[in-house]
Every structure is written in structure tokens, then in C-alpha cells.
């Protein structure tokens, strides 16, 4: 069996990995993201996604990397994680009560191959109140969160509706993950 690492130091990506009972060790890529805003989400994420495993590659001898990065769009707009409780009180006044799009792009390389894909999931709020803004940005959690919530968390109590991949805003399409990681020899425990 070959040995999977993954490439982040996402504490999210780390559970979901493991809740799929997968044996891998963790990497933190030095690869610096630079957001182009002139390339397409979707391109971006992936592109982000691939500068991580390759920068981990290139120094892991014979192993199986994975990659992955999210960004959240709204109109066409890509929303980095906060600088600020202003920045995230701006984001999530801009999200209240609308659609948006959450991009995750996954990249997974080894020696003989590589697989570099994107899940795109529509994520509706509620109208929310200034007052559960501030609630939420008391609890810290906006912060290191592409868009300013955290679905898995206390965000979740923004969510009206889901079209698409759960795992994906999370910050894993973990299914599509786990398909891709089975052709290149990667299965979890479970199914061996």
C-alpha cells in the first residue's frame, strides 16, 4: 500500500480523512496562495490545490499527495478568509439572505500520475440579524474561514439550503475524493 500525505494543515480535512478510516500522515505545504481574481473559481482552486501537493511532492519520496483548497463566491466575487471582525461582519452582512457558491478544488499526485478536479456546491442563507452576527463573531470562528463561516460549526445555523457537496464547503468533496484516491490504490480500511 502506498503512503498517502496529506498536504494541509486543515484540522477539517484532517477529520474527514479520518472518518473514512484512511492511514495518512500530514505535510503542511510552504506553497504561497496568491488569489488571481482574473481566472475563473474554479481554475483557482485547483490551481491552488496543485501548487500544495507538488510543493509537499517534492519533497516526499514515493507517496500519494493530496492538495485541496476553497474559496466562496458571491456574484463572482471571491471571498478570502477575513483580515478583520469588520471584514467578516462585511462578508456575512453581503451573504445574509442570499445564494453563493463554494469551490473546492482537491489535486492528487504520485510519481506515475495525477488527478486535479473541482466540486462546485450553492449555498443559500437566512436573512441574518446584526445581532447574530455579532454573536457569531464573538465565538471566533469566522476567521480562518474561507467566506467567514464555518458550515461544520456554529455557521451551520445560517444554512437555509444545500445544493451539492456537504463535504465541499466543508473544504473536502470527500466521495469524489475517495473514488480518485481508489485508482491510484488508496482504499480505506473498510474496504479491504
Known amino acids: 500500500m502506498k503512503r498517502l500525505v496529506l498536504a494541509s494543515g486543515s484540522p477539517r480535512r484532517k477529520e474527514l480523512l479520518e472518518q473514512m478510516n484512511l492511514n495518512f500522515d500530514i505535510m503542511v505545504s510552504r506553497f504561497e496562495e496568491h488569489i488571481s481574481l482574473t481566472i475563473p473559481p474554479s481554475e483557482l482552486v485547483k490551481q491552488l490545490a496543485a501548487g500544495k501537493a507538488n510543493d509537499v511532492r517534492s519533497r516526499v519520496i514515493d507517496a500519494v499527495i493530496i492538495g485541496a483548497d476553497t474559496v466562496v463566491t458571491l456574484d463572482h466575487d471571491v ?97 469524489r475524493t475517495l473514488r480518485e484516491l481508489a485508482s491510484f490504490g488508496i482504499v480505506p480500511e473498510i474496504q479491504r
Open 79 to 175: 471571498l478570502v478568509k477575513p483580515e478583520s471582525r469588520e471584514h467578516a461582519r462585511q462578508m456575512l452582512k453581503a451573504l445574509s439572505g442570499r445564494k453563493h457558491i463554494v469551490y473546492s478544488g482537491v489535486a492528487i499526485l504520485s510519481k506515475e500520475r495525477e488527478s486535479v478536479f473541482h466540486e462546485a456546491t450553492e449555498v443559500t442563507f437566512w436573512e441574518l440579524t446584526d445581532q447574530e452576527i455579532e454573536n457569531y463573531l464573538d465565538t471566533g470562528e469566522p476567521y480562518d474561514k474561507a467566506g467567514g463561516y464555518g458550515i461544520q460549526g456554529f455557521g451551520a445555523a445560517f444554512v437555509k439550503r444545500i445544493h451539492g457537496d456537504y463535504y465541499s464547503v466543508v473544504g473536502l468533496p470527500i466521495s
